[in-house]
Structures are given as C-alpha cells and as structure tokens.
Nanobody, 122 residues
C-alpha cells in the first residue's frame, strides 16, 4: 500500500497551492479519502474528506470556504486545492484512507501517506 503526497512548498499568505496524493495497493474507489494536517508542536487536525464517488465532502471549520477536496478514481488520486492561505495553515499535510467519514473523524484510518510540507510565509 502506498499513499504518495506531493505538491507542498512555500507560498505567500493569500496564495494558493494544490497538493495531490497518489494511491496504490488497495481499492481506492472503496475508500473514504481524507487530508489531515499537523502543524509544528500541535496535534493532528482533520482538514477535509471525500466520499467514495466524490459526491459528498466534509471540511473542518478552519478551512471551509478556502479549501476544496476532490478525487479522480480512474487515476487513484485525491487532491486538496488550498486558496487564501494563512500562516496558520503551515503544516505537514497527510492523505489517509478510511472506510467511512465517521472512522476518519475518529482517526481510524486504514492507511496513511508520508505527508507533504506546506509553508505559508512572506
């Protein structure tokens, strides 16, 4: 099983960035996919999740209206489009697979990726 996140980097406040996560080794289309972040010195925070077919999404209040999660089951890839970035969005962003939204919100992931660092700074 692999979840390979990419696309992180340094961006200025107010800027945009898209991170991607390519999956392999499990049935991607059967998995609820999520993005979870961890800022330095802080606990992991659930950011966004998307249902198996992409028809239902869930966002943390801290990113609602600024971030958009999407998925392409044919490419076995999940994306997180981040706009209006703030310094407090600085974190390592992990993608993860879970059986349901409920499991994802409780941290009950089946698989975790290694993460990609997003730094928001001028």
């Amino acid at each position: 099983v692999q979840l390979q996140a990419s696309g992180g980097g340094l961006v200025q406040p107010g800027g945009s960035l898209r991170v991607s996560c390519a999956a392999s080794g499990f049935t991607f289309s059967d998995s609820y996919m999520s993005w979870v972040r961890q800022a330095p010195g802080k606990e992991r925070e659930f950011v966004a999740g998307i249902s198996w077919g992409g028809g239902s999404t869930y966002y943390a209040d801290s990113v609602k209206g600024r971030f958009t999660i999407s998925r392409d089951n044919a490419k076995q890839t999940v994306y997180l489009e981040m706009n209006s970035l703030k310094p407090e969005d600085t974190a390592v962003y992990y993608c993860a697979a879970a059986p349901t939204l409920g499991a994802a919100l409780k941290g009950g992931m089946d698989y975790w990726g290694k993460g990609t660092l997003v730094t928001v700074s001028s």
